[in-house]
Protein backbone atom coordinates (compact mmCIF):
# COMPACT_ATOMS: atom_id res chain seq x y z
CA UNK A 1 0.00 0.00 0.00
CA UNK A 2 1.29 3.24 -0.85
CA UNK A 3 0.68 6.60 0.78
CA UNK A 4 2.96 9.08 -1.28
CA UNK A 5 0.16 12.24 -1.37
CA UNK A 6 -1.85 13.77 1.44
CA UNK A 7 -5.09 12.79 -0.21
CA UNK A 8 -3.80 9.26 -0.28
CA UNK A 9 -3.05 9.50 3.74
CA UNK A 10 -6.59 11.03 4.27
CA UNK A 11 -8.68 8.39 1.64
CA UNK A 12 -6.67 5.52 4.02
CA UNK A 13 -8.27 6.63 7.37
CA UNK A 14 -10.49 3.95 8.72
CA UNK A 15 -9.18 1.33 6.55
CA UNK A 16 -7.90 -1.57 7.70
CA UNK A 17 -4.34 -2.40 7.47
CA UNK A 18 -1.39 -4.41 8.55
CA UNK A 19 2.22 -2.72 9.72
CA UNK A 20 5.23 -4.64 9.45
CA UNK A 21 7.63 -3.16 11.93
CA UNK A 22 11.53 -2.78 11.08
CA UNK A 23 14.16 -4.56 13.27
CA UNK A 24 15.52 -2.70 15.83
CA UNK A 25 19.01 -4.39 15.31
CA UNK A 26 19.50 -4.08 11.40
CA UNK A 27 21.41 -7.58 11.54
CA UNK A 28 18.46 -9.72 12.58
CA UNK A 29 15.41 -9.90 10.79
CA UNK A 30 11.67 -8.60 11.87
CA UNK A 31 8.64 -10.53 11.70
CA UNK A 32 6.84 -8.17 14.04
CA UNK A 33 3.53 -6.24 12.33
CA UNK A 34 1.00 -4.20 14.15
CA UNK A 35 -2.91 -4.39 12.45
CA UNK A 36 -5.76 -2.45 12.86
CA UNK A 37 -8.05 0.56 10.90
CA UNK A 38 -5.98 4.05 10.58
CA UNK A 39 -6.96 6.75 12.70
CA UNK A 40 -4.54 9.33 11.82
CA UNK A 41 -1.77 9.64 9.33
CA UNK A 42 1.51 12.58 10.55
CA UNK A 43 2.24 13.66 7.39
CA UNK A 44 5.47 15.32 8.28
CA UNK A 45 6.69 11.71 9.96
CA UNK A 46 4.76 9.65 8.37
CA UNK A 47 4.12 7.84 11.81
CA UNK A 48 0.73 6.65 12.60
CA UNK A 49 -1.95 5.99 15.01
CA UNK A 50 -4.27 2.58 14.34
CA UNK A 51 -7.49 1.93 16.33
CA UNK A 52 -7.72 -1.72 17.99
CA UNK A 53 -10.59 -3.62 18.37
CA UNK A 54 -11.74 -5.99 20.80
CA UNK A 55 -13.72 -9.41 19.79
CA UNK A 56 -16.78 -7.43 20.19
CA UNK A 57 -16.38 -4.92 17.42
CA UNK A 58 -15.88 -2.39 19.54
CA UNK A 59 -12.40 -0.07 19.81
CA UNK A 60 -9.94 -1.23 22.64
CA UNK A 61 -6.61 -0.01 22.21
CA UNK A 62 -5.11 2.98 20.54
CA UNK A 63 -1.17 2.12 19.07
CA UNK A 64 1.41 4.71 17.76
CA UNK A 65 4.06 3.89 15.47
CA UNK A 66 6.71 6.34 14.60
CA UNK A 67 7.18 6.74 10.66
CA UNK A 68 10.91 5.55 11.32
CA UNK A 69 9.62 1.83 12.44
CA UNK A 70 7.26 1.43 9.55
CA UNK A 71 8.48 -1.16 7.20
CA UNK A 72 5.69 -1.67 5.20
CA UNK A 73 1.67 -1.31 5.49
CA UNK A 74 -0.54 -3.86 3.52
CA UNK A 75 -3.93 -3.10 2.93
CA UNK A 76 -6.79 -5.90 4.53
CA UNK A 77 -10.00 -3.96 2.78
CA UNK A 78 -10.58 -7.59 1.25
CA UNK A 79 -10.07 -9.21 4.62
CA UNK A 80 -10.15 -11.66 5.75
CA UNK A 81 -12.33 -10.61 8.71
CA UNK A 82 -12.89 -12.21 11.91
CA UNK A 83 -13.49 -10.73 15.40
CA UNK A 84 -10.33 -13.02 16.79
CA UNK A 85 -8.85 -10.09 14.48
CA UNK A 86 -7.73 -6.36 16.37
CA UNK A 87 -9.34 -4.62 13.12
CA UNK A 88 -12.77 -4.40 11.41
CA UNK A 89 -13.69 -3.95 7.36
CA UNK A 90 -13.92 -0.20 6.38
CA UNK A 91 -17.82 0.84 6.51
CA UNK A 92 -19.52 4.66 6.73
CA UNK A 93 -19.54 3.78 10.53
CA UNK A 94 -15.72 3.07 11.20
CA UNK A 95 -15.59 6.38 8.77
CA UNK A 96 -17.47 8.22 10.87
CA UNK A 97 -15.89 7.04 14.21
CA UNK A 98 -12.54 8.20 13.12
CA UNK A 99 -13.98 11.87 12.28
CA UNK A 100 -15.25 12.15 15.05
CA UNK A 101 -14.46 10.23 18.46
CA UNK A 102 -10.76 10.43 17.43
CA UNK A 103 -10.53 13.95 16.97
CA UNK A 104 -10.77 15.86 13.62
CA UNK A 105 -11.19 19.07 14.88
CA UNK A 106 -14.09 21.23 13.46
CA UNK A 107 -14.09 24.96 14.06
CA UNK A 108 -16.66 26.13 16.07
CA UNK A 109 -16.39 29.78 15.14
CA UNK A 110 -16.05 31.38 11.96
CA UNK A 111 -14.24 34.70 11.89
CA UNK A 112 -14.36 37.00 9.29
CA UNK A 113 -11.18 38.39 7.51
CA UNK A 114 -11.18 41.55 9.34
CA UNK A 115 -11.58 39.46 12.67
CA UNK A 116 -8.63 37.14 11.64
CA UNK A 117 -6.42 40.06 10.72
CA UNK A 118 -6.97 41.74 14.02
CA UNK A 119 -6.07 38.75 16.20
CA UNK A 120 -3.11 38.25 14.35
CA UNK A 121 -1.97 42.10 14.89
CA UNK A 122 -2.81 41.50 18.73
CA UNK A 123 -0.69 38.04 18.45
CA UNK A 124 2.07 40.15 16.73
CA UNK A 125 2.37 43.06 18.76
CA UNK A 126 2.63 40.89 22.02
CA UNK A 127 5.22 39.23 20.59
CA UNK A 128 7.25 42.66 19.61
CA UNK A 129 6.07 43.93 23.14
CA UNK A 130 7.48 40.27 24.85
CA UNK A 131 11.05 40.89 22.42
CA UNK A 132 10.56 37.77 21.11
CA UNK A 133 11.42 36.82 17.33
CA UNK A 134 9.17 35.23 15.07
CA UNK A 135 9.08 34.69 11.33
CA UNK A 136 5.50 35.13 9.24
CA UNK A 137 5.28 32.39 6.98
CA UNK A 138 2.82 30.56 4.31
CA UNK A 139 1.71 33.85 2.53
CA UNK A 140 0.95 35.27 5.99
CA UNK A 141 -1.19 32.81 7.15
CA UNK A 142 1.36 31.01 9.73
CA UNK A 143 3.77 32.99 12.37
CA UNK A 144 6.31 30.63 13.92
CA UNK A 145 7.69 31.65 17.20
CA UNK A 146 10.59 29.42 18.50
CA UNK A 147 9.28 25.94 18.14
CA UNK A 148 6.01 26.80 17.75
CA UNK A 149 3.59 27.25 15.00
CA UNK A 150 0.30 29.58 14.37
CA UNK A 151 -1.77 29.56 12.20
CA UNK A 152 -4.85 31.32 11.29
CA UNK A 153 -7.49 32.12 12.89
CA UNK A 154 -5.07 32.31 15.61
CA UNK A 155 -6.63 31.31 18.74
CA UNK A 156 -4.98 29.00 21.53
CA UNK A 157 -6.41 26.05 19.77
CA UNK A 158 -4.48 26.86 16.78
CA UNK A 159 -0.79 26.64 18.38
CA UNK A 160 1.46 23.55 16.96
CA UNK A 161 4.59 22.13 18.86
CA UNK A 162 6.35 19.14 19.51
CA UNK A 163 7.84 20.38 22.97
CA UNK A 164 4.91 20.43 24.67
CA UNK A 165 6.16 22.75 27.62
CA UNK A 166 6.86 25.53 25.50
CA UNK A 167 3.40 24.68 23.32
CA UNK A 168 1.66 25.55 27.18
CA UNK A 169 3.38 28.64 28.05
CA UNK A 170 2.70 29.97 24.30
CA UNK A 171 -0.75 29.46 24.48
CA UNK A 172 -0.95 31.01 27.96
CA UNK A 173 0.85 34.11 26.51
CA UNK A 174 -1.67 34.32 24.28
CA UNK A 175 -4.33 33.91 26.48
CA UNK A 176 -3.23 36.74 28.37
CA UNK A 177 -3.61 38.94 24.98
CA UNK A 178 -7.26 38.05 25.13
CA UNK A 179 -7.16 35.46 22.07
Known amino acids: MSFETSV ?8 PVEIDIKPINSRKSSDTSVSGNIVAFDPETDSVGLVQFDT ?3 PAHLVYIPGTSIQEIHDLSD ?3 DPKFNYVAYSDEIKTLCD ?9 TNFTPEEVAVRKEKLLT ?3 NSNLEYTV ?3 GQTITVGGVRIKAPYGPDD ?3 ENTTILGRMKQLALTAGL
Open 8 to 15: DKLKAIGK
Open 56 to 58: SGK
Open 79 to 81: GPF
Open 100 to 108: TVFGVKTAT
Open 126 to 128: LFN
Open 137 to 139: TDG
Open 159 to 161: FYS
